[in-house]
Each structure stands twice: as C-alpha cells, then as structure tokens.
C-alpha cells in the first residue's frame, strides 16, 4: 500500500518562547485501555458497519510511551509513543455483501501506531504546556472471512501522517494530584485523524499513576480501502519518572 504525506501547517507555534528543564529528564509508562469501537470500513466501494455487522470487540489495546527532556537550547525534546489495537468479533454481511463476502463471518481489525514526537515545553511550573509535532506511522488491517465459504476480505491502510501535538498539565500544589491531557490532530484534504485523552494523574516519588478517557478517530482512504472509525473508552497507566 502506497504511503502518503499529508501536509501540515500551524508549526509555527514552535517558534514560540519555550522553557527548558534544568537536567536530562527520562520517563516511561505503560497503559490498559478498555476501548469501543464504531463505525465504516469501506472496500472497493462496498462498506461494512464494524460494530453492526461484524461485532467487533474489544481484545486487547496495550499502549507504551516513552520521553526525554534536556535543557540545550533549541534542541527539541523526543517523545515515542506505541500504540496496538485489536479487535475481533463474529457477525453477519448481508446478501449484498462487502468485497465478495456474505453471510456469517469471523472479523479481526489489527490497528498499530508508532509516533515521534519533537516538542518544546512551552510552560513548566504548575501550569506544565507542550507544544510540537508528530510522525505517526500508521498500520490497519480489517480480515472478514466467510464462517461457511472460502472467501476473505482484507482492507488495508498504510500511511506516515505529521500531526499537531498538544499537552496541557495543571498541577495541584504540595499534592501530588494534577490534571490534563493530550492531543494528537491532523485534517487534510478530506483526511482526518484526531487522538486525544483527559487524565487524572497522582505522583509519589519516582512512580506516576494515571486515570482518564481517551478517544481516537481516523477518517482516513487509501487508494479504494477506506478506514472511518472511532475508538473511545477508560484507560488507566503506570510510569516512572527521572
């Protein structure tokens, strides 16, 4: 599958004034995410309803990230971020069919992200505000098999997608306790894909224990597969920081 840029203006908020942390800065988290899942798969021209006709639910959506912070002028700080998705479901295509398939199927949707992201901390006390860009190599793949026939369906996409990339923390003094979320967004040219997630946070030492909603949508064709779907639900995290 073809690879496709997608332009994106706005960076320019990067030339703003930005802070700098005093010394090398290093953290990690690993999250559990309890996503639903809805909406179109489009292949060929035929669509399919994830949720309706196939039944899609969750199986697993793991989540790692990774970050380090520096204080050298200019020099943005990196941030990695690993997404994995899956889905599986059996459900039933109607008589008209979705890309030669009908009838009782089995479904799998596999969805994988791998983001860097080079941002500047804008603020850095207890207003904490991070302002940047993202790389994010995006992977889907939607199987539909017929239960009682031979034919299969696969639609794929495959794209590296620059995005915008907002943080906002507001700690709460002498607590441990803040409070944020972060984004990921991008439309373009009838493309769109938008990841975000509001957070609860408690820092005790080293450990960062978080809580929150995250939601993800992804309006996004390539070549005749088109992927129109949306991804919300709670997540919860643990991480280190140092």
Not at 54 to 61: A, I, K, T
Not at 104 to 131: A, C, F, H, K, R
């Amino acid at each position: 599958m073809r690879k496709l840029i997608l332009a994106l203006g706005g960076t320019a908020a990067l030339a703003a004034p930005v802070a700098h942390a005093d010394v090398i800065g290093l953290g990690a988290n690993v999250s559990y995410w309890d996503s639903d899942l809805s909406g179109d798969v489009r292949n060929g021209g035929d669509a399919v309803d994830v949720d309706n006709d196939l039944d899609l639910s969750s199986d697993s959506n793991a989540n790692l990230s990774a970050y380090i912070e520096h204080p050298v002028p200019l020099l943005p700080n990196v941030r990695l971020n690993y997404t994995k998705i899956e889905q599986d479901g059996r459900g039933e295509v109607s008589l008209a069919g979705f890309d030669g398939v009908q009838g009782e199927v089995d479904s799998s949707l596999e969805l994988t992200q791998l983001d860097l992201t080079l941002y500047y901390e804008v603020l850095d006390n207890w207003v904490n505000l991070d302002l940047g860009i993202t790389a994010r190599d995006l992977d889907g793949e939607l199987t539909v098999q017929e239960v009682l026939g031979t034919a299969v369906s696969r639609t794929e996409v495959d794209a590296v997608i620059p995005m915008g990339y907002l943080a906002a923390r507001f700690d709460l003094p002498f607590t441990g306790v803040s409070v944020g979320g972060e984004a990921n967004v991008i439309s373009f040219d009838g493309d769109s894909v938008y990841d975000y997630n509001a957070y609860g946070q408690f820092e005790v030492a080293l450990l960062q224990l978080r809580a929150g909603y995250r939601q993800i949508a992804i309006d996004y064709e390539d070549g005749d597969d088109e992927l129109d779907i949306d991804l919300g639900g709670p997540f919860v995290s643990a991480g280190l920081r140092f």
